[in-house]
């Protein structure tokens, strides 16, 4: 877990993120809030909840899950002067009880942290769900608790209109994965009708076996395209609305009010990007330029709160080298 975490936010920093929503696995979530805070990034994570149908050694007691993800909200949130807050995290409700669901809603509001989960990202999870409860799974989730302004819903694919109006009604943010989507072959989410209705979208990469990236360059241009295909609109989701998918919207999903713009008295967090080489030139538009032109390679400052953590290709915090060689010693050995 430390090594996967680490190369994850090392990936992150040099390649122009500065704040993530991380959802990790059920066991040595420690070792991830532990990274997170050594490399400087701004994050909202948690530990990950499975109490039924999980492969072995994923599976949890529902009272043991609960009750570590008590003990992890005591000891990580807010830590490193406020950029680590806790998720509470559910895998989803085809691997959660109903106890184990409500009982995530029971702490989110006691401790007043966030929830985050996936949902409706393929059609057999609907089934799965609609066949389990009676219900398709937004109506599900909301009737469980897990909707709301606190709430961070990944995917969204394959939503019906009366779930739609939910997701807008209660405030729920979403999560799109455009990589991962076409990877999975889950579908394309309805992202064009969420921004109509006022619901609020951010930008996702997912996780590296249904992306291989965590780009987020890759991820504008991808939703981004993907959208005009789904429309058959050439002016579906264009490159001011993606980038701010990609930057304040993806800040009001985790919850940081002072993050996601320039803007003063705001959190300093900045990137910095080269425009010598020939993808930028000309440049007529910088936000069409971002979104499909731009690559995370082209990064060469990663500032956030006002702390350089990357900077014309060296790491100021990170030994990039030995979290290289370590993930490829793990990898070795598994």
Not at 16 to 23: F, L, P, R, S
Not at 111 to 117: A, D, L, N, P
Not at 265 to 282: E, F, I, M, Q, Y
Request: proline residues 3%.
């Amino acid at each position: 877990m430390r090594a996967a975490a680490e190369l994850g936010y090392l990936e992150v920093v040099e390649s122009g993120t500065t704040t993530v929503i991380d959802h990790l696995s059920v066991a040595h979530a420690d070792e991830a809030f532990e990274a997170a805070e050594d490399a400087g990034v701004r994050a909202l994570m948690g530990k990950v909840l499975m109490d039924k149908d999980s492969p072995d050694g994923l599976q949890e007691e529902t009272d043991a899950a609960l009750a570590e993800t008590e003990r992890l909200i005591r000891e990580y949130d807010g830590a490193a002067e406020g950029r680590i807050r806790y998720a509470v995290t559910p895998r989803f409700a085809v691997s959660c009880t109903e106890e184990c669901l409500r009982g995530c809603r029971e702490l989110a509001d006691e401790y007043g942290v966030r929830i985050h989960t996936h949902a409706s990202e393929n059609r057999g999870e609907i089934e799965a769900v609609e066949d389990d409860t009676g219900m398709r799974n937004v109506h599900w989730l909301d009737e469980v608790g897990l909707t709301g302004e606190d709430v961070v819903l990944a995917h969204c694919v394959w939503t019906d209109e009366t779930e739609r109006e939910v997701l807008a009604e209660t405030g729920t943010h979403v999560t799109h994965c455009p990589s991962s989507n076409m990877k999975l072959a889950s579908g394309v989410a309805p992202v064009r009708d969420y921004l109509d209705r006022g619901i609020n979208v951010a930008l996702g990469n997912d996780g590296p076996p249904c992306n291989n990236t965590l780009d987020a360059f890759t991820e504008m241009r991808q939703a981004s395209l993907l959208g005009k295909v789904e429309e058959l609109d050439p002016t579906a989701i264009p490159a001011r609305t993606v980038f701010e998918m990609a930057t304040r919207n993806g800040a009001e999903a985790a919850g940081f009010e002072d993050v996601g713009k320039l803007r003063e008295g705001w959190k300093a967090d900045v990137v910095g990007l080269t425009t010598d080489n020939a993808r930028s030139t000309p440049m007529h538009d910088p936000y069409s330029h971002l979104a499909f032109a731009a690559h995370g390679d082209d990064v060469t400052l990663t500032m956030v709160d006002g702390e350089v953590l990357y900077r014309d290709g060296d790491h100021v915090r990170l030994d990039d080298r030995r979290i290289r060689e370590r993930a490829r010693e793990f990898a070795d050995a598994y």
